[in-house]
T-cell receptor
Framework: AQSVSQHNHHVILSEAASLELGCNYS??????LFWYVQYPGQHLQLLLK??????LVKGIKGFEAEFIKSKFSFNLRKPSVQWSDTAEYFC????????????FGKGTSLLVTP | ETGVTQSPTHLIKTRGQQVTLRCSSQ?????VSWYQQALGQGPQFIFQ???????GRGNFPPRFSGLQFPNYSSELNVNALELDDSALYLC??????????????FGQGTRLTVV
C-alpha cells in the first residue's frame, strides 16, 4: 500500500532561517505529489503540487519543492521563513486505487520564532 | 475562503449514537472526499464520491457511510459512534477531469467529540 513519511514532526526556527521539510513516499508508479499547509484555525490549503515536468516546483508564499524520483522524495523548502509561516505542513500523494484521493503524511508542525 | 462549507462546526455525541455531517462543495466541482484528522495526525481518507457514487474508500469500517446529492453536496454518516471517532472531519471538493482530480479545496471541518 502507498505510504507517505514526513521525517520531522516538530520544527522550531528563527525568522530568516532556511527551511527544509522532508517527505518520502512509497509507490512504484507515476505519482502526483502535493504539499498542503494548515495555518492555525484555518482550512487546509495547497502550497504546491507536482504532476509532471520540471521536478523543481514553485508554490505560493515563496515555497518550493523538489521531486527526486530516485529517492522517492518531495522535500519542501523555503530560503527564509517568516513568523507567519508558523503552521502544520502536510505532504500528500494521490492514490489511483482510491479515485485519486489524497494520502497524507502525519504532518510537520513548524514554529517560527521572532 | 475555499467555497467548501461544512456543518456543523462542532458537535458532541454520546458513544453508540449516530451522526450526520454535511458538506457543500465549491461551485463547479463534481467530486467530494471525506477525511478524518485525529489530533496531531494527518488527514486519513475515508471515502470519495463522484456523480453520486462512491469511487474510492479508505480503511474505515462500514459504519462510516456517505451520500452525494445531485447538486454535489454530500453527507458523512457514522453509526454506533466510538470514543476513537473523536476527530476533525474534513470535506474536500474537486473537479474530476478524465481519470484524475484537479486541486482539492478543503472546508474548515467539523470537530466531533464522542463522550
Amino acid at each position: 500500500a502507498q505510504s507517505v513519511s514526513q521525517h520531522n514532526h516538530h520544527v522550531i526556527l528563527s525568522e530568516a532561517a532556511s527551511l527544509e521539510l522532508g517527505c518520502n513516499y512509497s509507490y512504484g508508479g507515476t505519482v502526483n505529489l502535493f504539499w498542503y499547509v494548515q495555518y492555525p484555525g484555518q482550512h487546509l490549503q495547497l502550497l504546491l503540487k507536482y504532476f509532471s515536468g520540471d521536478p523543481l516546483v514553485k508554490g505560493i508564499k515563496g515555497f518550493e519543492a523538489e521531486f527526486i524520483k530516485s529517492k522517492f522524495s518531495f522535500n519542501l523548502r523555503k530560503p527564509s521563513v517568516q513568523w507567519s509561516d508558523t503552521a502544520e505542513y502536510f505532504c500528500a500523494v494521490d492514490d489511483p486505487n482510491s479515485g485519486y484521493a489524497l494520502n497524507f503524511g502525519k504532518g510537520t508542525s513548524l514554529l517560527v520564532t521572532p | 475562503e475555499t467555497g467548501v462549507t461544512q456543518s456543523p462546526t462542532h458537535l458532541i455525541k454520546t458513544r453508540g449514537q449516530q451522526v450526520t455531517l454535511r458538506c457543500s462543495s465549491q461551485s463547479g466541482h463534481n467530486t467530494v472526499s471525506w477525511y478524518q484528522q485525529a489530533l496531531g495526525q494527518g488527514p486519513q481518507f475515508i471515502f470519495q464520491y463522484y456523480r453520486e457514487e462512491e469511487n474510492g474508500r479508505g480503511n474505515f469500517p462500514p459504519r462510516f457511510s456517505g451520500l452525494q446529492f445531485p447538486n454535489y453536496s454530500s453527507e458523512l454518516n457514522v453509526n454506533a459512534l466510538e470514543l476513537d471517532d473523536s476527530a476533525l472531519y474534513l470535506c474536500a471538493s474537486s473537479l474530476r477531469q478524465g481519470l484524475m482530480n484537479t486541486e482539492a479545496f478543503f472546508g474548515q471541518g467539523t470537530r466531533l467529540t464522542v463522550v
